[in-house]
């Protein structure tokens, strides 16, 4: 529709041309032997010259990427869940965020091998901004939504973006991930932004509660955890600087190198857990919590109880939360071997000397345990 032109993916109709415009790219070419090792590149391009829609292109190219991925990079993908789900069903996901490029295309790869139809995803400009990653990204289904406009143009664009969401759901009967905050999670704290739920139910019919707006859309929180986060080390110097209470400026090429060692970067084990559709606890907003600015922290609340208590615990949380109180409270759940390991990756990328680099690093991966425990414990007094 001529409304989201500037955000759309491509269009079946649209894909084969946008395949030409960079099937002699030299990323393109690398992605592909990194891929297909055993092919030369003109029976990749052949291949591909051949295709003629998105499912055709995330079938054929980009599921053996993520398959190569989690063979070259990671001790294996589990998960949990999906059995929830049901087909023909659209969704809209609302997940943590760890990793730029692998949360949806794990996620979208899960959803392929057991049955379901992928989802359109989220994607924020500011990653997309060379011509090569734009294609890429609408060639894999994402929705671009627009970083750092002024207050009059964030809500045309706010109202753009639900607007888009609503149609993949409601009339396209297709899934949507979206993260539940603006960016990647970089302390471990999983928390939803109140802005991204406003933003989702400004599509909401006149005169609709959002409360029934969210019940329609079949909202389904997502946890993803990997056991050593890629990018770990990239995002010390941001976390430095808020821990100094400085603004943080982004090098020229720092998203595109997240990008990249969030690929190729070591992960150890990951899972993803699929949550529970909200409608019941939906409704039970609706009955027990007054006002709309309650009712929305209830709904945010929600989300984070699903995100948090489904989120997988590796032994790197348990050795991190270890360390980080000085005390060995949970040295039950990983092995001497797992935790010199850990400790020599955290001495190779932080500056032990340094206090807070220290505690921060610490804290990314120790967080999860903290907010998992604690909100364990509070729900276990009612």
């Not at 891929?35 to 391009?45: L, S």
């Not at 054929?60 to 998960?79: A, C, H, M, R, W």
């Not at 706010?158 to 607007?163: T, Y």
């Not at 991190?320 to 060995?328: K, N, P, Q, R």
Request: some cysteine; aromatic content about 10%.
């Amino acid at each position: 529709m001529p409304q989201f032109e500037e955000i759309r993916p491509y269009y079946d109709t649209e894909v084969n041309q946008a395949i030409r415009e960079i099937i002699d790219h030299p990323m393109l070419k690398a992605m592909m032997n990194f891929t297909f090792p055993e092919w030369t590149d003109d029976q990749w391009k052949t291949l591909m010259l051949h295709c003629h829609s998105i499912r055709d292109f995330q079938i054929n190219f980009i599921y053996p990427g993520v398959q190569k991925v989690l063979e070259k990079s990671s001790d294996g993908l589990f998960t949990s869940g999906f059995e929830k789900l049901e087909e023909n069903t659209s969704y809209l996901f609302i997940s943590n965020h760890r990793d730029i490029i692998l949360d949806t295309s794990l996620l979208n790869a899960c959803l392929y091998e057991k049955g379901f139809f992928m989802t359109t995803s989220a994607i924020g400009d500011n990653l997309v901004k060379k011509p090569f990653l734009k294609h890429l990204s609408r060639l894999t289904r994402n929705f671009t939504i627009k970083r750092g406009l002024p207050a009059r143009e964030l809500l045309e664009s706010s109202k753009l973006v639900s607007a888009f969401i609503r149609q993949s759901l409601l009339r396209e009967n297709r899934s949507v991930w979206i993260a539940q905050r603006e960016g990647r999670t970089k302390d471990g704290n999983d928390l939803t932004h109140k802005g991204v739920l406003k933003m989702i139910s400004m599509a909401s019919d006149e005169g609709e509660h959002f409360l029934d707006y969210f019940k329609r859309l079949n909202v389904v929180p997502v946890s993803i955890s990997y056991e050593y986060d890629p990018t770990d080390i990239l995002k010390m110097p941001e976390l430095l600087a808020k821990a100094r209470q400085e603004p943080y400026i982004k090098g020229e090429h720092e998203d595109f190198n997240t990008l990249l060692n969030g690929i190729i970067g070591a992960k150890k084990r990951i899972h993803i857990h699929i949550g529970d559709v909200l409608t019941p606890g939906l409704e039970k907003i609706a009955q027990e919590v007054n006002g709309t600015v309650k009712q929305l922290q209830a709904l945010a609340d929600l989300i984070d109880e699903q995100i948090i208590l489904g989120y997988k615990l590796w032994p790197s949380n348990f050795i991190a939360h270890d360390l980080l109180t000085g005390s060995d409270q949970f040295k039950h759940e990983y092995s001497d071997q797992e935790k010199a390991l850990f400790e020599a990756r955290f001495r190779k990328g932080v500056d032990i000397n340094n206090p807070v680099a220290v505690e921060n690093f610490l804290c990314m991966y120790a967080n999860p345990v903290t907010n998992q425990k604690r909100l364990q414990d509070t729900l276990s007094q009612f």
